[in-house]
C-alpha cells in the first residue's frame, strides 16, 4: 500500500464486463499501463468506438527474437467496423507504430491527428502498401466523430506538433494528455496550453487520463534550452568526427546538432532509414530549419576532412540493426576509431539498458570517446515531472484520475499526486491493461476486465510466437540443446536403434552422455512392457523425463530435450 493508500487495483481473473448501458461511456486500455510503450486506449459509446494512440512496445531481452511488440486488438477485431477513428497524439513509434497492423484488419478507418504527426505515419505506410484516410487537425479544434465531441489541445513533448484531446460525450468528459510536459522555453515557442487545460478544468473534467513517465521524477523537468549549451561545448573541443545518436522522430534534438553543426563549421549527413524519412518530413513542413548548405549525404561525409564532419544517426537505444550498433560492432561502412565523439542523445528506455552499455563499451574499446546522459546534459526527456503533474492537476480539478503511460511505480506516483491535490483515492484507478472502466453520470468505476496479451512480431509473422517459444529460445541460449533418437520395434516390444544421442551447447564431450543411454534403453524397455500400446508421445516423454532428470543431478544443467521414437 503507498503511503496516500492508493493501490493498484487487483482483479485476477478476467472478469467480463457486463453489456455496455446507453449514455455510459466505456474505456479499455488495450496497451501502455504498467509499461513504456504500445499506448492504446479504446473509448466506447452508443456502439461507436474511439481508438486514442496504436503504439508499438519495444522487446527486453527475456524476449529473444522479438522484433516489436503490439497491443493485443482481439477486444476490437469483430467490431473493427464501429471504429469512427484513430486520434494520435504525437509522430512517436510507442503512440503510432502499431497502426499499420490495425489498418490490416480495416484499411479506411481515419486516423486523426496534426499535420507532422499524419505526416510521419503516412510515410510508414508507404513501406506497408497503405493508402490511409487522414484527417489532419490542428490545436483549439473541435470535431465530432459519431458520439465522440473531441476538442484538441497544443501540448509540449520532444517532437513538434503534440496534441492532448478532451472527450466530452453524454456519460461524462476525458481528457487524455498523451505524452507532455510544461517546457516554458521550448525551441518551436509552442508550450502546453494551459489556458485551454484552465478553461477545461472550468467547464469539468470527469476523468483525466495524464503521462505517468516522469511522476516519480520531483520538481520540473528541464528546458530543452539547456542542451544547446552543452552540445556547443563538446562539438568545440571534439578533434575528429562527431557521431549524435538520438530517435530518428526527436526533431528539437536535430534541430540543436544542425545549430550546433553551423556554428563549429561542420556539416552533417543523417545515417539511417527512419532518421532520413522522418528529418526530410520535417524539414518539408517547416518543423526542421535547416542553415543553408549544412546537410550533405554519406558519401560526401568520405570526402571531407574528419574534423568537419557531424554523423546524426539513429541507434541510440542499442537496437542491433540500427546505424549506432552496427558502428560498434564494426559492420557499418562508418568505421569508428579513436579520437570520434560518440553521442548518445536520448534517455533510456527501461529494457534497454544492457544493449545501449554494450554499445557504449564497444565505442569505447575501439577508442572513441562516448558522451551520454550520465557524464552530460546532453538530453533532457519529454515528460512532465511530479512538479507539471502538480500544476495540472490543481489546474483541472479532476472528478477522477486514471494514470497512463508508465510502468506500476509511474502510475502509483501519479496517483499520489492526484489524492495530494484532492482527488478522493476511491476515484483514482490504477488498473492495467485490459481494465474495464464505464464511466456514467461523471462517474467512473472499474466493472471487468478483458483479456489483452503481448503480441509478438517476429519478422513476418503476427501473433504466432508464443511465451512458450521465447522460453524455449531462452533455455537454447543458456541451457543448449539435445536430442535423443531411438527406434523400437512395437511388434518385440524392443529398442533395435540407439538411443542416439547429439548435444549442441551444452559444453560437454558427448562421450560424458554415454552413460545414459543404459537407463534410456531400460525406461523404454519398462514403458513398452507395462502397455505395449503405448504411443510415441508417450515414449517421447519417458525419454525426457529419464535424460533430463539425469541432465539435472549429474551435469546440472536443463537444456532443451528433442525426444524422437520412432517405429521400425
Sequence with gaps: ??????????????????????????????????????????????????????????????????????????????????????????????????????????????????????????????EHRITPVLVTVEEGQRQRFAGFDCEFVAVNHSIPDALAVFIRTNAGTVLHTGDFKMDQLPLDGRITDLRSFARLGE????????????????????????????????????????????????????????????????????????????????????????????????????????????????GSQGESMAALSRMASGEHRVSVGRGDTVILASSLIPGNENAVFRVINSLMARGADVVHKGTAKVHVS???????????????????????????????????????????????????????????????????TVNCELVYVDGSAVGSITEDDLHDRIVLGEEGFISVISVISRQNGTVLSGPEIHSR?????????ESIKPAILAALAEALAKNPASTTHQLQQVVRRTIGSWLGRTLRRKPLIMPVVLEA
Excluded at 512538479?387 to 480539478?397: A, D, K, S, T, V
Excluded at 551447447?505 to 552422455?513: H, M
Aim: proline share 7%; charged share 20%.
Design 1 to 126: 500500500m503507498s503511503e496516500t493508500g492508493v493501490v493498484p487495483d487487483q482483479e485476477t481473473p478476467p472478469n467480463p464486463p457486463p453489456p455496455l448501458a446507453p449514455d455510459v461511456l466505456r474505456i479499455v486500455p488495450l496497451g501502455g499501463i504498467g509499461e513504456i510503450g504500445r499506448n492504446m486506449a479504446v473509448f466506447e459509446i452508443g456502439g461507436k468506438l474511439l481508438i486514442v494512440d496504436c503504439g508499438l512496445l519495444f522487446p527486453e531481452e527475456h524476449q529473444p527474437g522479438v522484433d516489436v511488440i503490439l497491443p493485443d486488438f482481439d477486444y476490437i477485431r469483430e467490431r473493427i467496423d464501429d471504429v469512427v477513428g484513430v486520434v494520435l497524439t504525437h509522430g512517436h513509434e510507442d503512440h503510432i507504430g502499431a497502426v499499420p497492423y490495425l489498418l490490416r484488419l480495416r484499411e479506411d478507418i481515419p486516423l486523426i491527428g496534426s499535420r507532422l504527426t499524419l505526416a510521419l505515419i503516412e510515410a510508414k505506410l508507404v
Design 203 to 314: 467547464e469539468g473534467v470527469d476523468l483525466f487520463m495524464s503521462d505517468s513517465t516522469n511522476a516519480d521524477v520531483p520538481g520540473f523537468t528541464t528546458a530543452e534550452q539547456e542542451i544547446g549549451p552543452v552540445l556547443n561545448d563538446l562539438f568545440s573541443r571534439a578533434t575528429r568526427r562527431i557521431i549524435v545518436a538520438s530517435f530518428s522522430s526527436h526533431v528539437h534534438r536535430v534541430q540543436q546538432v544542425l545549430n550546433a553543426a553551423a556554428a563549429h563549421g561542420r556539416q552533417v549527413a543523417f545515417v539511417g532509414r527512419s532518421m532520413v524519412r522522418n528529418m526530410g518530413i520535417a524539414a518539408q513542413l517547416g518543423y526542421l530549419e535547416v542553415p543553408e548548405g549544412i546537410l550533405i549525404d554519406l558519401k560526401q561525409a568520405d570526402q571531407l576532412p574528419e574534423d568537419r564532419v557531424v554523423l546524426m544517426s539513429t
Design 382 to 448: 519529454g515528460h512532465a515531472s511530479a512538479g507539471e503533474l502538480l500544476y495540472c492537476y490543481n489546474i483541472l480539478r479532476p472528478g477522477h484520475a486514471m494514470p497512463v503511460h508508465g510502468e506500476t511505480r509511474h502510475l502509483l506516483a501519479n496517483a499520489r499526486i492526484a489524492e495530494q491535490t484532492g482527488v478522493p483515492a476511491q476515484n483514482i484507478l490504477v488498473t492495467e491493461d485490459g481494465a474495464v472502466v464505464d464511466l456514467k453520470d461523471g462517474v467512473a468505476r472499474r466493472v471487468g
Design 505 to 513: 551447447g551444452i559444453a560437454e564431450d558427448e562421450a560424458v552422455l
